[in-house]
């Protein structure tokens, strides 16, 4: 018997792509000489931006696709493969989203207020004793021929798709940074911060993005998951969604953003259409699986 060293030799799709978005920015090349290829529609309601469709899924959900459509492969070899179920949405959550965070909407706000979108994964405890227990040779060979079996349905990202993720995620996160800095966008926070107005209680921020402001977070328990959304703090974090939209401060930081994503070195613009649109139909791709197998009882 054997320690299985999966997470090794064969789980590889996307890991970089998560921890480009946590790298430091300071001296990457922003946006400049050349126009992003392929823009899409414009939509301030879904924030669509220029460089979204050349960024991959994040590793937890091609791992978790991939581990669970080995089950019935490794069953007809003879094994048992108990893939625990996970929250896959609290996984993402836990380890970082590709992308910056996003203006507040009056969905999230009503939901949770300030709060942290949840990360806790039952599921993943069980999955890390799953890929550390010993296997016999046979059942390591089994496996390794049923993921082959899997990646001929949908095959690991190419270096060159890998490549261009992680570019778009750096400059994602670059043109978010620096879009709050546009003039536009710096007017806009001083208008809403006259519509919050102040609070005897509360030290509000200077703008949505440092929301909620420590004292928020402090008084409503935000950083602390799994306690009580308040629906004074509801009424705070939705009162916030409205000003953003009547001081116009939303607006102006997607196109701040978009025209920062709308231009980029010239070495990513021809990395990107030598892509196309295959991260695209590699991450709709990965989403119907996922959805397939969460239908499925996964």
């Excluded at 989203?97 to 009503?110: F, K, N, S």
């Excluded at 609070?199 to 402001?213: G, I, T, V």
Aim: hydrophobic content about 40%.
């Amino acid at each position: 018997m054997k320690k299985r060293e999966r997470g090794a030799k064969i789980i590889t799709a996307g890991v970089t792509v998560i921890v480009v978005a946590g790298v430091a920015l300071a001296g990457l090349p922003a946006w400049a000489t050349g126009p992003t290829p392929d823009l899409p529609q414009k939509d301030v309601d879904a924030w669509v931006m220029p460089l979204d469709r050349y960024i991959s899924v994040s590793a937890v959900v091609s791992e978790y696709v991939e581990n669970r459509q080995t089950i019935p492969c490794m069953a007809r070899a003879g094994y048992t493969w108990d893939v625990p179920k996970r929250d896959i949405e609290a996984a993402s959550n836990r380890l970082g989203d590709v992308t910056v965070d996003r203006p507040l909407t009056a969905e999230v706000a009503q939901e949770r207020g300030y709060h942290k979108a949840p990360t806790f994964d039952p599921g993943r405890l069980a999955t890390q004793e799953l890929n550390a227990r010993a296997i016999s040779d046979a059942e390591d060979k089994a496996l390794i021929d049923c993921t082959q079996d899997v990646r001929k349905a949908i095959p690991l990202l190419s270096g060159l798709q890998n490549a261009a993720s992680q570019d778009a995620v750096a400059l994602s996160n670059a043109a978010y940074t620096s879009a709050q800095n546009d003039a536009a966008v710096v007017a806009a926070a001083r208008i809403w911060q006259e519509c919050m107005g102040s609070s005897q209680h509360l030290q509000l921020a200077d703008s949505p993005a440092l929301m909620p402001s420590w004292s928020v977070a402090d008084h409503f328990g935000a950083t602390l998951e799994g306690s009580t959304v308040s629906q004074d703090e509801r009424d705070l974090a939705l009162k916030d969604v409205a000003c953003q939209s009547s001081s116009g401060y939303r607006n102006a930081l997607y196109e701040a953003e978009w025209k920062r994503q709308a231009s980029v070195p010239k070495h990513d613009a021809d990395l990107f259409k030598q892509v196309g649109d295959a991260n695209e139909k590699y991450r709709a791709t990965e989403l119907a699986a996922l959805a397939k197998v969460q239908l499925a009882g996964g």
